[in-house]
């Protein structure tokens, strides 16, 4: 996993990292070790290039 960025925000979250993570897995796993360490609880929302979203809607609509 590997840090991308830092983004620090106003509302209900104090910052936003931006992580590249070979899989869901890895994240989970370091979310799980994150909240036993006491440090607090990760929210992750997987993202998406155009590309890749793109070829989603068109699967999509093919089915």
Do not use: C, N
């Amino acid at each position: 996993m590997k840090l991308e960025s830092i983004h620090y925000t106003q509302g209900p979250y104090d910052f936003v990292d931006v992580v590249d993570a070979p899989d869901a897995e890895v994240m989970l796993a370091f979310s799980v070790w994150y909240a036993a360490q006491g440090l607090g609880r990760i929210q992750s929302l997987p993202a998406f290039d155009s590309q890749t979203f793109e070829g989603a809607v068109r699967q999509a609509s093919a089915g």
